[in-house]
């Protein structure tokens, strides 16, 4: 058993409206020293059996086929030690 | 001659399909109900796709829906000149799908706008909009949350080279769309996406804006014919 985390951002030249509003409602709740906030997507994929090189190779293509749209969206994947 | 057909599809979550296959009726055309879960374009001419919320948006607009069965079928016969129209979420299939370039995002406004909606025709050379002149100015309703087309510089230096802007936003961009986009067409022109919805905007009794929908239908009726 092993957990693979893929993370997916926004490009960096795509713009996050999400991000923004957060990142404005950060000195409201007084927290200072905020200059952008990012907001992505975490996926916690559960792996019956260990996280080899198919293992990760296969979760690489879930990514690049449903969990990100590549044309606006990067992701990283990683295991979760 | 019989009548052109025209599929409409229906995904679970998607609303417009009733308005759509009326729309499709009022030009004298028939109106072909197509399932998400089957394997079957039922032989149909062109393919409608409405908006709603297919698949409830779960991840992305769009992106479960362009795995649906009817979806194996519709891409490769859309890639051989099949004409489909997508209207709001059925644009974001579209673009989910690769059939067009780019991607639609949340509104910069971070609101759902729902209003009637200004815009230009920048292309009359597609299966959908060749009833249109070329610079017409026509009003549509607009009501979506996820309406803010993006692509690459490239994507988008190359849509515009290749006049693949099909109609911009004008009085006002509703969404932060990029250069106003409100949709666009493949290089072919038998595909075309946008986020207004021509479908309410057929009949003056509901209360509509504009008959100017009608154009889509009468175009792809056109087109059909003349084929």
Known sequence: ?81 | MSAARVGVVTFPGTLDDQDAARAVRLVGAEAVPLWHADHDLKGVDAVFLPGGFSYGDYLRCGAISRFAPLMEELIPAARAGLPVLGTCNGFQILCEAHLLPGALTRNASLHYVCRDQRVRVESTDTAWTNAFEQGQEITLPVKHGEGRYVASAETLAEIEANGQVVFRYVGGNPNGAMNDIAGIRNEAGNIVGLMPHPEHAVEELVGAPSTDGLGFFTSILKKLVNA
């Open chain 1, 1 to 81: 058993m092993a957990r693979v985390i893929v993370d997916v951002m926004l490009k960096p030249e795509i713009l996050d409206p999400q991000g923004q509003a957060i990142a404005r409602a950060l000195p409201r709740l007084g927290f200072s020293g905020v200059s952008a906030v990012r907001q992505g997507k975490r996926f916690e994929i559960e792996l019956e059996g260990p996280a080899d090189d198919a293992a990760i190779a296969d979760v690489r293509k879930m990514a690049e086929t449903l969990l990100a749209n590549t044309v606006i969206e990067d992701y990283t994947v990683r295991v979760e030690a």
